[in-house]
């Protein structure tokens, strides 16, 4: 419903922009333009989406996801001390953890859903420091590698399209732990 | 650096394979079933991308993108954000798509290599879809009082951007 109303703003607000600027031939051709764009996006996509999810399949199959998930358990014990003892929640925790890391994007919701029923059992609707933590943790990107990106970098006729790693690296680990600081912050301050 | 960077991804792919070699597992089965769903998936994002682009390549031929980064521009400069990222702010806590679709007509519009570029591209692979993930969480969990998790969410995502701008510089200067 919301993407129904942002989609006719979007559209409508092209309209009249293009016909107030005298630009109503170029949007009407833009259209038509970007319609063929969205189809050759996912198909120079689709070959790097395959490459990537098959690797990872093949990481997920041979344990690396989980020796990932047990090695990141201690320091995500301290995240959230309230389910350290928890083992149950803290093995969901740390397999979404690990998922997230690698890009598993599939495999990361259905354990953090988990990790999440978990955490709300008792808890009357009202979310937990530990359910704050785990959603601040979900909502930032934390994926080693963005194929995806790295995809549609390819796409536009990049030639190295990895070398913005360290910078999305350097910048996930500031987001992550400002989303962490602030989480801790908060919840002493909103009870 | 270049070439580490540039070799990393063949060697993961290498790296992996003989790891599940040695661990017994059928390594071809697993990267073709995995390949299956990741064409799963990009057959799921056709439709919306084709949407997205729909308007978004209006939205740029009208003008109105240019008209919403020089409205935002005195905020964004002050952050030290590319004005020309601003559709790509404004989408991304809100729809995984549509930032897609927005981040790739800007990486197109100004150049994969160009700052405003690599920022977009930064900046997509630093963050997340804020919005849709806490409703997804919260519902499957059946929570009504969210507490401080938007806030500190969305704090997250400000210093995503803001950290994306910076580290572009850093790492891509002149």
Same mark, same amino acid.
């Given at each position: 419903?919301?993407?129904?109303?942002?989609?006719?703003?979007?559209?409508?607000?092209?309209?009249?922009?293009?016909?107030?600027?005298?630009?109503?031939?170029?949007?009407?051709?833009?259209?038509?333009?970007?319609?063929?764009?969205?189809?050759?996006?996912?198909?120079?996509?689709?070959?790097?989406?395959?490459?990537?999810?098959?690797?990872?399949?093949?990481?997920?199959?041979?344990?690396?996801?989980?020796?990932?998930?047990?090695?990141?358990?201690?320091?995500?014990?301290?995240?959230?001390?309230?389910?350290?003892?928890?083992?149950?929640?803290?093995?969901?925790?740390?397999?979404?953890?690990?998922?997230?890391?690698?890009?598993?994007?599939?495999?990361?919701?259905?354990?953090?859903?988990?990790?999440?029923?978990?955490?709300?059992?008792?808890?009357?609707?009202?979310?937990?420091?530990?359910?704050?933590?785990?959603?601040?943790?979900?909502?930032?990107?934390?994926?080693?590698? #963005?194929?995806?990106?790295?995809?549609?970098?390819?796409?536009?006729?990049?030639?190295?399209?990895?070398?913005?790693?360290?910078?999305?690296?350097?910048?996930?680990?500031?987001?992550?732990?400002?989303?962490?600081?602030?989480?801790?912050?908060?919840?002493?301050?909103?009870? | 650096?270049?070439?580490?960077?540039?070799?990393?991804?063949?060697?993961?792919?290498?790296?992996?394979?003989?790891?599940?070699?040695?661990?017994?597992?059928?390594?071809?089965?697993?990267?073709?079933?995995?390949?299956?769903?990741?064409?799963?998936?990009?057959?799921?994002?056709?439709?919306?991308?084709?949407? !997205?682009?729909?308007?978004?390549?209006?939205?740029?031929?009208?003008?109105?993108?240019?008209?919403?980064?020089?409205?935002?521009?005195?905020?964004?400069?002050?952050?030290?954000?590319?004005?020309?990222?601003?559709?790509?702010?404004?989408?991304?806590?809100?729809?995984?798509?549509?930032?897609?679709?927005?981040?790739?007509?800007?990486?197109?519009?100004?150049? #994969?290599?160009?700052?405003?570029?690599?920022?977009?591209?930064?900046?997509?692979?630093?963050?997340?879809?804020?919005?849709?993930?806490?409703?997804?969480?919260?519902?499957?969990?059946?929570?009504?009082?969210?507490?401080?998790?938007?806030?500190?969410?969305?704090?997250?995502?400000?210093?995503?951007?803001?950290?994306?701008?910076?580290?572009?510089? !850093?790492?891509?200067?002149?």
């Amino acid at each position: 419903m919301a993407m129904s109303v942002i989609w006719i703003g979007m559209v409508g607000l092209a309209i009249f922009c293009g016909l107030a600027t005298g630009r109503g031939p170029d949007v009407a051709k833009a259209a038509l333009d970007g319609a063929s764009a969205g189809v050759e996006l996912t198909l120079s996509l689709m070959g790097v989406m395959c490459l990537w999810t098959g690797v990872m399949e093949v990481m997920r199959r041979s344990g690396i996801a989980e020796g990932l998930s047990r090695l990141l358990r201690p320091l995500l014990c301290r995240l959230y001390p309230d389910y350290a003892d928890d083992q149950p929640v803290m093995d969901a925790v740390s397999a979404n953890f690990s998922a997230n890391l690698l890009g598993l994007g599939n495999a990361s919701t259905p354990l953090g859903l988990e990790a999440a029923r978990r955490m709300a059992v008792g808890k009357d609707g009202i979310a937990t420091d530990g359910l704050c933590m785990l959603v601040v943790t979900n909502t930032a990107s934390i994926q080693l590698i #963005p194929a995806t990106v790295a995809g549609i970098r390819s796409a536009a006729g990049c030639t190295s399209p990895f070398d913005i790693l360290p910078a999305v690296w350097v910048a996930s680990l500031l987001s992550v732990t400002v989303g962490i600081t602030a989480a801790k912050c908060m919840s002493r301050l909103w009870r | 650096m270049d070439l580490v960077l540039t070799m990393l991804v063949p060697f993961l792919m290498l790296g992996t394979a003989l790891w599940g070699a040695i661990r017994k597992v059928d390594i071809w089965s697993a990267l073709t079933d995995g390949a299956m769903s990741g064409m799963q998936s990009a057959f799921r994002i056709l439709p919306p991308l084709v949407g !997205l682009l729909t308007a978004v390549s209006m939205l740029r031929a009208s003008g109105a993108m240019e008209l919403l980064g020089s409205l935002l521009a005195p905020v964004l400069t002050a952050l030290g954000i590319p004005p020309e990222t601003a559709p790509l702010l404004v989408v991304r806590p809100v729809s995984g798509s549509a930032a897609l679709g927005v981040g790739a007509d800007i990486i197109r519009a100004y150049g #994969p290599d160009s700052l405003v570029g690599r920022t977009a591209a930064v900046m997509l692979g630093s963050t997340e879809t804020t919005f849709y993930t806490v409703a997804v969480y919260f519902g499957a969990a059946g929570i009504r009082k969210s507490r401080y998790a938007v806030p500190a969410a969305l704090l997250a995502d400000l210093a995503g951007f803001c950290a994306a701008a910076w580290a572009v510089r !850093l790492f891509f200067p002149g």
